[in-house]
């Protein structure tokens, strides 16, 4: 449904402070992905900065982010998944995947000795309205977050696939 | 967008905030400023010395530390906003501090090694600048320099509280802090070398911006030609320093 227009105009609002995104909740450790779904749980902090503007707005962004995703052989994508019940099958649920991690020229970001000094790679998920989904099921929980990654096809051994760490940012 | 563009209409609140917010590394800035003051005042003071000025070892140390700050941590503004968006927003700041506790480490021990060279007379000469500058010249173009530098753009993981976070940020400062002594040591050799004089710390400092830039934007290096270019005027003073020895 379309929302009512504004009657002060597009161009009649008071300019406000820029959108800065604050980490609000991030894994301790690095970890593996596997053959298996793998899942990992972040504790989410309140906001105590720029975020705090748009607490409980439906305005508020929310980004994903997992990085330095490394490995030393080539490797599937992997698909993302947020708040599986627990004992299922994160396939069961497409309507909780949030994105995919493409790993194509993960060997190259990998390498120490390459341009990218082995950073691995980066990615950001928008997951806003994933979550504002999520928080209409009743399926959200603002004190942690479960995150599940499940390989796609691969036709030979999946490799084991570092991630240093998966953070969540309001905005 | 442009930020003059992007601020326009906003209060002055607003736009002192917003720049908070977004610069978290306002006051590594603010260091690297007041380090300068010191190094410009130190230069003046001494002036008349030029690379015959002798300190005490602790003295040759702190000079070093205080030039360090002056002339690299403008170079690594992108690891200290990193550092700060990586952890939680009540402790941005004190992320950053860890961060730059790890970064001198490695910082502090070359320094140390280059004040204990400085209390040999040889190094009271501007043969050894001139060498130094040559040698910075000749290692921009080795394979360990290019590595070095690509390592000083890597990032690392920083949990989010507890002794972790602040083990991660001294960590990863140390990281950068080793691969910027790796690329930097024979540069800051010869303005240390140098008598910490204004024009060696400047041509330093340029030297080390223009490898920023060629390095963000991927352009011809330019960094070799200002390098060869403070190489031959200190090799010029040498040469008139030797010369003026020979004739009295």
């Known amino acids: ?171 | 967008m442009n930020p003059f563009l992007a601020n326009a209409g906003r209060s002055l609140g607003i736009r002192i905030r917003s720049f908070f917010w977004l610069h978290p590394e306002w006051w590594t800035i603010g260091l690297a400023g007041a380090a300068w003051t010191v190094m410009l005042h130190h230069a003046w003071r001494n002036s008349g010395h030029g690379v015959h000025h002798a300190m005490t070892l602790i003295a040759e140390t702190v000079d070093w530390i205080v030039m360090v700050f002056a002339m690299m941590l403008p170079l690594i503004t992108g690891a200290v906003r990193f550092t700060a968006s990586a952890s939680l927003w009540a402790r941005r700041h004190r992320a950053i501090g860890g961060f730059l506790l790890g970064y001198l480490a490695p910082w502090l021990a070359v320094g140390f090694a280059a004040a204990l060279l400085r209390q040999a007379g040889w190094t009271h000469s501007y043969t050894a600048p001139a060498l130094c500058f040559v040698l910075a010249a000749r290692w921009q173009g080795t394979t360990t320099y290019k590595r070095a530098q690509w390592a000083c753009h890597r990032t690392r993981p920083i949990a989010p509280l507890g002794w972790p976070a602040d083990r991660d940020c001294l960590r990863f400062g140390s990281l950068i802090g080793l691969a910027c002594v790796r690329t930097c040591w024979p540069l800051m050799l010869a303005c240390e070398f140098a008598g910490h004089s204004p024009i060696a710390l400047v041509g330093g400092m340029v030297i080390g911006l223009v490898e920023k830039r060629r390095f963000e934007r991927r352009r011809r290096p330019s960094a070799f030609i200002a390098t060869g270019t403070m190489a031959a005027y200190y090799a010029v003073l040498a040469i008139l320093e030797i010369r003026q020895s020979m004739t009295s």
């Open chain 1, 1 to 171: 449904m379309q929302s009512p227009p504004d009657p002060k105009g597009p161009h009649q609002h008071q300019p406000t402070a820029p959108r800065v995104a604050e980490m609000v909740g991030a894994t301790s450790e690095p970890f593996y992905l596997g053959p298996e779904p793998t899942e990992i749980t972040l504790a989410i902090h309140r906001p105590t900065g720029p975020a705090l503007l748009h607490e409980g707005s439906a305005k508020r962004e929310v980004y994903l982010d997992i990085e330095n995703v490394s490995c030393s052989e080539p490797a599937p994508p992997f698909r993302v998944y947020l708040n599986v019940p627990p004992g299922d099958e994160p396939e069961d649920h497409p309507e909780l995947r949030v994105g995919n991690l493409g790993t194509f020229g993960l060997l190259q970001r990998s390498d120490p000795k390459g341009r990218h000094g082995g950073n691995g790679m980066t990615f950001t998920l928008d997951i806003t309205e994933s979550v504002n989904h999520l928080t209409a099921m009743n399926n959200w929980d603002s004190g942690k977050l479960r995150v599940t990654f499940s390989p796609g096809y691969w036709d030979t051994q999946v490799p084991r696939v570092k991630v240093d760490r998966v953070s969540l940012y309001f905005k």
